[in-house]
DNA sequence: TGTACATCAGTGAACGCGCGTTCACTGATGTAC
DNA sequence: TGTACATCAGTGAACGCGCGTTCACTGATGTAC
C-alpha cells in the first residue's frame, strides 16, 4: 500500500522549486487557519521564503494557484486509489481495507485533503466543481468494484448510487474526524464499516418493499 | 408552520439597530462570498450604510460577531423544530415533513443557514463547536421522537445514534443543495426519505446479524 | 565543441490604497431625585 | 413634573501598516547553428 505524498505521485514533471514550494506553503497556510481569512500573497511568499514577486512567475492570482493545488490533490488521490484497488487483499473487509487506505492517504497528505474537504463545503467554485466530479467519480468506482466482487446483489441502480454517494460523504468526515484524532482510528474503521454495511442492507430492504 | 426569520424568533429583544444591520449584512456577505476571503470590517460597515467604527459599539472583532450571529441561528433553528414537531400532522412520514419543515427554514433563513453550515464543516473554532453542539442535541431529539412515535423498535442505542448523525448531516447537506436549486425541492425529498427509510432498515438488519 | 541568444526563475524598489484601530466628539435615550 | 446626569449609539478625522501590482533588473538554464 503506498504512503507516497500526492506531490510525487501527480506531478513527477520536474516543477520549478519557487512554484512548488508556494503551493505547498499555501496548502499548509490555508489548510491550518483557525478562522477564516484570505491568504495573503505577500504572507504566502514570505512563509515560503521567497521574494513575494516570484508568485507572479508561476500564477496569475491566488484562485488560480488554488485550482492547481485541487487538481494535484485530485490526480494523487485517483492514482492512489487505482493502485490500492488493484490489490485488494482477498477476504477482508472491503470497505476496511479501502477506508484504512484513505485515513493514510489522509494523513500522507493532511493539509491538501483538509483543503479539498472545506473546498467542497465551501461556496460554488471551479475548485469545488473540480471535488464534487472527483467524488463523483470515486462513487463510480466504488459501485463497479462492488458489483464485481460480488458483495451487491444487483439492486436498483440509481438507488445504490445515492446511497454510496452518502457513503463517500461520510467516509471522507470520518477521514476529517480521525486527522483531528488520531488515536480514535479504530473506532473511526469501525463506524466506516459499520455505515456502508447499514447502507446495503438498507438498499436490499428498500427494494423487497 | 412557522416560516419567521430567525430574527425574530431568537432576538425578541429589542436590538440596536446598528447591531441588528451588521449582523445581517455580514451574515449575507459571508454567506454569499464566492471565493474564501476575509469580511473586512470597514466593507462590511460600508455594505452596512453605517460608519466604520459603529462596529466597536458592538463588537470587540469579526469572531465575536460571528459567534453571536452562530448563536442567533442555532436559537432559531431549535425553535422552530420544536415548534414544528408539535404540530406533526398524523399519519405522514415523519421524515418527509421534518426534512419539509427544514427546507423552508432554510429558504428563510438562506444566508444564516449557508454560514453555519461552511463553518460547521470548516476549521476548528468556538463558532464550530456551536453548531456541532446543536447538532447533537438535534439527533438526540430526533432519536427521541422515532421512538416515540413507534416507528423504530428500541434497537442497540449507540448504533442508532450514530446513523442518525449521519442522516442528520446528509439531510443538511440537501437543504444546501435545494437552496443551490430549488426546483429539485420534491427530488430531494425523496432522497431524504429514502435516506432515512435506508438507515434504519440498515440499523434493523445489523441488530438481526 | 563553442558561441550567441532567448527563455525562465527569482529579486528589489517603488506606488497608491484600503485596512484596523485610536481618539475626541455629538445627540438621543434612560434614570434618579 | 421638571431637572441634572449617565449611558448609549453613532460619527469623523487621523495614524501607521501591509497589501497587490508594476517595473526594471540579474543570473542561470536551454537551444540554434
Redesign the pocket.
Known sequence: MSKKAISDAAAPH?????????MDTATRLLARQTLQS?????????EA??????????F???EEMQQTIVEEFIAGLRAGLTESRQQLPPGQSVSRVVIGWLFDFARENSDPFILAYRIWHGPPSDSRDLVQKAMDHLCEDMLRDLLALGVLPPLNEARLRRLLAIDVHQVFRLCIAYLEAPRSRARLLDAGDEMLKALIAGAMALEGS
Not at 516543477?15 to 512548488?20: S, V
Request: charged share 25%.
Open positions: 520536474r516543477m520549478a522549486q519557487g512554484k512548488r514550494l508556494l484570505t491568504l495573503a500573497l505577500r504572507e504566502l511568499a514570505r521564503g521567497l521574494n513575494h514577486n516570484t508568485f507572479y512567475r508561476h496569475s492570482n491566488l
